[in-house]
């Protein structure tokens, strides 16, 4: 049986998703969604998802939503190349990080993209606040240990902000990547699984 994915280009919680699917080289059916259609509304995405957001999966009949549970799933589902450490800490560490992305990090880029989109002012300062502390607390390649899913969920956000900074400069400062987080988007837009997978209409 195939696992259905449904995505819709530019969210980076979907982005996380497909960076996991193409990592661990699960073979998926694309079910590509639109907003502008109110795809994620309609009744046959809604017994998928209640909460009417992508991504989501379908595997076997089991439906799953929330990025990082689907992370954690395909895990269990098929442990190698994995996701997260085979070090108890380190895999804590990864876990933490994930949580702090998803709680703190996304938080701060929801309330600052909403602002840019309804073209209210933007006030970055607690988005600044929240790159200052990953910032410091980058030491290696990559967020903690090898390459995990604590990377592939910050970085799909990051570079979000990082697209919206570019295009809105009125609205957000170019620099507000500092230095050993940019060195880290540049590793991870170099990786060729995130090249094959960002967005079609970002490229
Ligand atoms: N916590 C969720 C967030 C998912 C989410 O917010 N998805 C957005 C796209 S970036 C969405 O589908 N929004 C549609 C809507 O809110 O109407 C996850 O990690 O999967």
Known sequence: M???????SGSPYAWRVWLALTH?????DWKLLSFDAGDLEKPAFRSINPRQKV??????????YESAAILEYFEDKQPEPRLFSADI?????????????????AEAMEHLLEAV??????DPAAMHKEIASWESALTGDFLAGPMSAA???????????????VR???????????????????????LDIVQKTRPPHWK
């Open 168 to 190: 809105n400069p009125q609205a957000l400062p170019a620099d507000l990547i500092p230095p050993r987080l940019a060195a880290w988007m540049a590793r991870m837009a170099a």
């Open 151 to 165: 990377d592939f969920t910050l970085y799909p956000m990051a570079a979000l902000l990082e697209r919206v900074a």
């Open 55 to 64: 991504p989501a999966i379908v595997d076997d009949g089991f439906a799953l």
């Open 117 to 122: 989109m309804e073209k209210k002012p933007a």
């Open 2 to 8: 195939t696992l259905d994915f449904y995505y819709a």
């Open 89 to 105: 800490k380190e895999r804590a560490t990864q876990r933490r990080l994930v949580r702090e992305a998803d709680n703190y990090f």
């Open 24 to 28: 661990k080289g699960i073979a998926f």
